[in-house]
Nanobody, 125 residues
Framework: VQLQASGGGLVQAGDSLRLSCAAS????????MGWFRQAPGKEREFVAA????????YYADSVKGRFTISRDNAKNTVYLQMNSLKPEDTAVYYC???????????????????WGQGTQVTVSS
C-alpha cells in the first residue's frame, strides 16, 4: 500500500485547510486510516482516525470540534478537514493505514503499518 498525502500549506490563524491522502491498491476500504502530526522537536502524535464502514471517527482532544476526518472508499482517499487553525497546529501531517482487516482503531504510530510521506502545515499568528 502506498499513501500520498497532499494539501498542506502556509495559512493564517483561523483559516482552513483540507488534507488528502490517496491510497494505492484494492484494500483501502478494509483498512483503518489515521492522521498523525509531528512538530519540530516533538514526537509524532495522533490527530484523527476513521474505522472501516460505517466509519466511526476518533479525534485527539486538541483538534476535537475543529478537524473532521472522512473517507471516500470509491476514490481510495481519506481527508482531514482542518478549520479554525491555530499556530500550535503547525507540523508535518502524515496519513497512515493499519493492516488489512484490522478493524480496531489505534492511537499510536506503532499501530499503523503504512505511512505517507507527510505534508507541511504552517499556521502563522
Amino acid at each position: 500500500v502506498q499513501l500520498q498525502a497532499s494539501g498542506g500549506g502556509l495559512v493564517q490563524a483561523g483559516d482552513s485547510l483540507r488534507l488528502s491522502c490517496a491510497a494505492s491498491g484494492r484494500t483501502f476500504s478494509s483498512r483503518v486510516m489515521g492522521w498523525f502530526r509531528q512538530a519540530p522537536g516533538k514526537e509524532r502524535e495522533f490527530v484523527a482516525a476513521i474505522n472501516v464502514s460505517p466509519g466511526s471517527t476518533y479525534y485527539a482532544d486538541s483538534v476535537k470540534g475543529r478537524f473532521t476526518i472522512s473517507r471516500d472508499n470509491a476514490k481510495n482517499t481519506v481527508y482531514l478537514q482542518m478549520n479554525s487553525l491555530k499556530p500550535e497546529d503547525t507540523a508535518v501531517y502524515y496519513c497512515a493505514a493499519r493492516g488489512q482487516g484490522i478493524t480496531v482503531v489505534h492511537f499510536r504510530p506503532g499501530g499503523y503499518r503504512y505511512w505517507g510521506q507527510g505534508t507541511q502545515v504552517t499556521v502563522s499568528s
